[in-house]
Every structure is written in structure tokens, then in C-alpha cells.
């Protein structure tokens, strides 16, 4: 591999110690050139690492890591931080099965102080070691959350805030301002920083400020204090109000040039002798180093395979036979209800691109709600919309509506209000590993009362099953649908409603049943289709909905069936198994039953390929177990 003259001499950050000034001036640029190089072949997430080199390289350069806690929010960002902590020369199995996880991980480096694949968390986990080491007399470590890409607009950063704010810990959070998260920064406090930012007073007087601190930094910590306070009380006048982190009790400093690297080691160092907590407001540039990037940092956040040279992102020509993602079906589904029904709005939580309300927001851009990384706020915000009337498709991420489960109980299905939720990167989503997977949906929902859990197998059923959604009114109902391409091409089918809780067979046999729900059921056909030539027949029977479940027609399969195979892309614990296991026993079923999907451990990452063949439910998978069953 080509590391470039500087970054071949960099394995651990001590390394960096030995770096002279040219020599550290010179590695941004190797270490953009490396990431672009890597991330063009192998994939990955490019735009949000390329801001943060200049940091990254200050932060290991100025603190003692691993003893000084440094933690990434959100973690996608830590490319440089990987590469600068021993794993540069495995940096090529980024995201792929076996190879190193695409965000910090605590068991993958001891560098990796607290594992973040969501975000906002960074300034909690920070604050928790920061009390732990003031417990244990440990008053030189440092801790350092970077939180960025939108982070700081999720609640749960201000709760930390809150609390770091009168701990007197020593934390040091530092703002990664780019004005982006995977889309353009959205609400107040996305506003606030910009006016900071864009203040030319308050930036003339911050100059200033910062010489003055550098000058008084000689005469011991009173005079910092001092200037700290003056720096305050001018900022106050000249922004006219009160800065809102200092009002939280936190020293405020900047906004500062992300990307000269000698200022940043010069106030980071500085920083390091101030007690209490603290915040560093950065600004950075998202797609730094490639033109295209720096232009388009939305389709750069994750660009798939690249030129590296000239950043043209490779696209397969476009093939009338193949089929749609699912997600943009879920979104032009969602603009034709709304072009018939002013009722219906759409609620996203910062994924208005990657959850394809895009459609609906360039034609209706008042009804679709983009509310930043507020999963919670999302939930209980769609609840207040359903309440006065409104018909609201909330599409979350399976892994990230996680976060909002008490919102979902309490405030929506609780008060029993119609709210949809649509959860896209249902099931094993593949290389971004177990922080993004969508493995718990089916089991978490279907025990909440008044939930209709229902999941489609192609396109067809997901646009009707939204139609059905859109038309019940009797409480919350969850539609999880996976990442990627679909299986039919012409999906603009017409639309009509499905009766909730019934099942259907889709494929007659005399054998064994086997029992799917989602996009499962095309790989049962698939492996149908290979048992056949052996001369085995098994039923294939969809059952389209987890909660209510269609009980009579389980209970027909039981009488008809002594072998029954349940397939789902979700966990074993509570899902579709423990749904037959409970009516199995509620019936004295006396056959057997054999479970395929999820077991009980987080999957590591990988092609979705390879790790439904590791959890057995791939096309082979279900084959092999049928015909062990059969020759049993």
C-alpha cells in the first residue's frame, strides 16, 4: 500500500510526537489521499471522515490516548482516528465480514474508548468516565467528546450538557460544526450556530480573545480565568444575548478554523489547563480534500464505489428489469396519498434522502417534517400531529426507532392514536454491523398492545399495506421493510387493502409448511424451487402480519402439518418463532418445529449476503433445512 512518505512513519499516535513541522503539515494530505484511495474500492462513509483529519491528528497529537479518553459522535466519522491508531495497514477490511467495524468498537482498540454507531451519546459516555476518574483521584486524564454531523440537535446531547454543566468534570466537548448531518442541518440550534459563525464583530473580537489567552497562558491559570470571563462577558454584548452553552455552564470557545492544524494543537493545548467542562466550536468543511465531495456531501456521505481520482461515483446503467429499492417505492407510494389527501404528512428523523420522504418534500415541502436526530421527539411530535388529525407516515430506521421505545408505548400506543411508522433497514442491513442492524422490530413491537406489526414480501404488498395503514384509524400501525433493491419491476400496482391479521399461502405442497414473514418469503421460493428438483413439496404459506397473527390459519397448518419451518429476518427471541412456540403449545401441537433467523447475539458486519448464510435463512440455508427435516 502507498501510505505517502509521512504516514508510512505512523502506526501508533506517539508517532506523531516525532513528526516535524513540515512532516505534520505534509500528513492531512496523505491521510485524505489514503482515505479517498481506500473508501473509492472498498466503500464506506468518505465525506464526514475527509472534515475531520486536521482534528484528528491534533487531538492524538496533543493528548495522551489511550489514558486521555477521546470518544467520536457520530462514529462514522473516525476513519482518521482508526488509521492514526494502529490500523491503518487492515484499514483495506474496513466494514467486511471479520474485517475492522466502521465505527469505533471498545473490543476491536483499546483506542476506542466507547463504542458509537448512533448518534449523540458521546457526551454522556464522556461525562460517566470523567465522574469515574474524579472518583478515583485521577485528576490529570482528560475527556474528550467530538460530536458532529447534526449530533448536538438530538435531546439526548442536552441532557449530558445539563448534567456535565454543574458536574465541574473535566470534559472537553468539541462541536464538529460542517452545517450537515447526512442532509442540511435543520432547527434552532442549527440557526444558532450560524449565527455565531457568521458574526464578523464577535469573530474580530474571538481573535483577539484568543491571542490574549495565549499571552496570559505564561502567567499561570488566574490570568486564563480571567481572560476566559472577559471572553464571556463581550461575547454576551456583541451577540446580544447570552450564549447558550455558557448559559449551561460550560466555557465556550470559538468558532475556529477546523482545518489549520498548528492553531488547533495550539488551543488544544491550551484547553488542556483549563479545569471544569468545556466546548470547542470547530467548523469544518464535510468532503474536505475532493472537490465533489466538498460540492455534493449529501451522496458523498457514503458514495459507494468511486473514481478517487476525479470523484465519479460509479452507477450501473440503468436496466428496465430491475427492480426499485424499497425505500423508493415507500416515498412515491407516499406522494401519490399525498397529492389525493391533504391529511397526510411525512415525519422523518434527519433521513429525508435515505428515507426517500424527498419525493414528497420537493412537491410538498410543508407536509414533510425533517426534525433532526430526534428519534423520541419524532415519535411523540407524529402522535401530536395523528391527535389533531393529520395522517402521519413516521419513517424511522429499524435500528434507530430503538430509541424512541418508551415514546412509542407511552405517548402513541398507550393513547391508542394512529400514527404509521415506517421502518426501513429492517433485518440484517449489512456492512455498517450490529449498531445498524434491524433485528429487534418484530420482537420489541409485538408485544405492545394496540400495535399492528405487519411486514411485506415485495413491493406489491408494501404499497398495500401502506394503503391499508393510511385507512385504519383504530390505532398505531408498523410497516418494516428492508434496505436495497426489491424483486419486482412493475411495482405501481393498484392499491387496496389488506385484511389485518390474515395470512396467505403462496405455495401449495403436501410435505411440510414453511412459515415467513417479509422479504424472507422470496428466499423460501427460491429454496422451494431447489427442493423441488429433489422431489420434495413444501407449502409455502406468508403470513404478512406478526401482530394480530392469523391464528386460524395456524391452526389449520397444524392439523395438516407434523413439520413446520419458520424463516424471519429478525430475532428468534420474540418474534415470529416465539409467536408459533406460544400457539404451539396453546393447541398441544404435537409436530415438529424448527426456527431459522436472528439468534441471540449481535451479527457482526458484512454483505448481506453473508450474514443471512451465517443465521442459516438464505435460499441454501432454508433448502438444507428442509431436507433435514424431510430425511430425518
Given at each position: ?183 442540511p442541518g435543520v432547527g434552532a440550534i442549527h440557526k444558532y450556530l450560524t449565527n455565531i459563525s457568521t458574526s464578523k464583530p464577535y469573530n474580530r473580537l474571538k481573535n483577539d480573545i484568543w491571542n490574549m489567552l495565549g499571552k496570559l497562558s505564561v502567567l499561570g491559570k488566574k490570568s486564563q480565568k ?270 387496496e387493502r389488506i385484511a389485518i391479521g390474515k395470512g396467505r399461502q403462496v405455495i401449495k405442497g403436501n410435505t411440510i409448511a414453511i412459515l415467513g414473514i417479509g422479504t424472507v418469503g422470496n428466499s423460501i421460493k427460491e429454496a422451494i424451487l431447489l427442493v423441488n428438483e429433489q422431489g420434495v413439496y ?95
Amino acid at each position: 500500500m502507498n501510505y505517502g512518505p509521512v504516514l508510512s512513519k505512523i502506526n501508533l499516535p506517539e508517532d506523531l510526537k516525532n513528526l516535524s513541522s513540515s512532516e505534520l503539515n505534509l500528513l492531512p494530505q496523505e491521510m485524505r489521499k489514503f482515505i479517498i484511495d481506500m473508501v473509492s474500492v472498498h466503500k464506506g462513509h468518505l465525506a464526514s471522515s475527509l472534515g475531520v483529519v486536521e482534528l484528528s491528528i491534533a487531538l492524538h497529537y496533543v493528548f495522551n490516548t489511550p489514558y486521555d479518553k477521546l470518544i467520536w459522535d457520530v462514529g462514522h466519522q473516525a476513519y482518521p482516528h482508526k488509521i492514526l491508531t494502529g490500523r491503518k495497514d487492515v484499514f483495506h477490511t474496513n466494514r467486511e465480514l471479520h474485517g475492522i467495524s466502521g465505527f469505533p468498537k471498545m473490543s476491536e482498540s483499546e483506542y476506542d474508548s466507547f463504542g458509537v454507531g448512533h448518534s449523540s451519546t458521546s457526551i454522556s459516555a464522556a461525562l460517566g468516565m470523567a465522574e469515574a476518574s474524579r472518583l478515583r483521584g485521577e485528576t490529570d486524564r482528560q475527556h474528550i467528546a467530538v460530536i458532529g454531523d447534526g449530533a448536538m440537535t438530538a435531546g439526548m446531547a442536552f441532557e449530558a450538557l445539563n448534567n456535565a454543566g454543574v458536574s465541574n468534570s473535566n470534559i472537553l466537548v468539541i462541536l464538529n460544526d460542517n452545517g450537515i448531518a447526512i442532509d442540511p442541518g435543520v432547527g434552532a440550534i442549527h440557526k444558532y450556530l450560524t449565527n455565531i459563525s457568521t458574526s464578523k464583530p464577535y469573530n474580530r473580537l474571538k481573535n483577539d480573545i484568543w491571542n490574549m489567552l495565549g499571552k496570559l497562558s505564561v502567567l499561570g491559570k488566574k490570568s486564563q480565568k480571567l481572560a476566559s470571563k472577559i471572553d464571556s462577558s463581550l461575547k454576551s454584548v456583541i451577540l446580544k444575548q447570552s450564549n447558550l452553552f455558557e448559559s449551561m455552564n460550560f466555557r465556550y470557545f470559538g468558532p475556529v478554523n477546523g482545518h489549520n492544524l498548528q492553531r488547533l494543537i495550539k488551543i488544544l493545548n491550551d484547553l488542556k489547563d483549563i479545569s471544569g467542562p468545556k466546548i470547542l466550536h470547530i467548523q469544518t468543511i464535510k468532503g474536505k480534500g475532493l472537490s465533489t465531495a466538498e460540492k455534493d456531501p449529501i451522496t458523498f456521505h457514503a458514495p459507494g464505489f468511486f473514481d478517487s481520482k476525479t470523484g465519479e461515483i460509479s452507477t450501473k446503467p440503468i436496466d428496465e428489469n430491475t427492480a426499485p429499492k424499497f425505500q423508493d417505492v415507500f416515498g412515491k407510494t407516499l406522494l401519490e396519498f399525498a397529492e389525493k389527501d391533504e391529511r397526510i404528512v411525512g415525519v422523518t428523523p434527519a433521513m429525508p434522502t435515505g428515507s426517500s420522504l424527498n419525493y414528497m418534500q420537493a412537491k410538498f415541502p410543508q407536509r414533510v417534517f425533517d426534525v433532526g436526530i430526534a428519534e423520541q421527539h419524532a415519535v411523540t411530535f407524529s402522535a401530536g400531529l395523528a391527535s389533531a388529525g393529520m395522517i402521519p407516515f413516521c419513517n424511522i430506521y429499524s435500528s434507530f426507532i430503538q430509541r424512541a421505545y418508551d415514546q412509542v408505548i407511552h405517548d402513541v400506543a398507550l393513547q391508542n392514536i394512529p400514527v404509521v411508522f415506517c421502518l426501513d433497514r429492517a433485518g440484517l442491513v449489512g456492512e455498517d454491523g450490529p449498531t445498524h442492524h434491524g433485528a429487534f422490530d418484530l420482537s420489541f413491537l409485538r408485544h405492545i398492545p394496540n400495535m399492528v406489526v405487519s411486514a411485506p414480501m415485495d413491493e406489491w404488498e408494501l404499497r398495500h399495506m401502506m394503503y391499508t395503514a393510511k385507512e385504519y384509524s383504530k390505532g398505531p400501525f408498523s410497516i418494516r421493510f428492508p434496505r436495497g433493491q426489491g424483486y419486482i419491476t412493475n411495482w405501481e400496482n393498484k392499491m387496496e387493502r389488506i385484511a389485518i391479521g390474515k395470512g396467505r399461502q403462496v405455495i401449495k405442497g403436501n410435505t411440510i409448511a414453511i412459515l415467513g414473514i417479509g422479504t424472507v418469503g422470496n428466499s423460501i421460493k427460491e429454496a422451494i424451487l431447489l427442493v423441488n428438483e429433489q422431489g420434495v413439496y413444501p407449502s409455502f404459506y406468508d403470513l404478512r402480519f406478526l401482530k394480530p397473527i392469523d391464528e386460524h390459519l395456524i391452526k389449520n397448518i397444524f392439523r395438516k402439518y407434523s413439520k413446520i419451518i419458520t424463516v424471519e429476518d429478525g430475532s428468534l427471541i420474540s418474534g415470529l418463532a416465539s409467536a408459533l412456540a406460544e400457539l404451539y403449545v396453546k393447541y398441544n401441537y404435537n409436530g415438529e418445529l424448527i426456527n431459522l433467523g436472528i439468534p441471540d447475539v449481535f451479527i457482526e458486519q458484512g454483505s448481506p449476503e453473508e450474514l443471512q448464510q451465517i443465521c442459516h435463512y438464505d435460499s441454501q440455508g432454508i433448502k438444507e433445512s428442509i431436507l433435514a427435516v424431510i430425511n430425518k
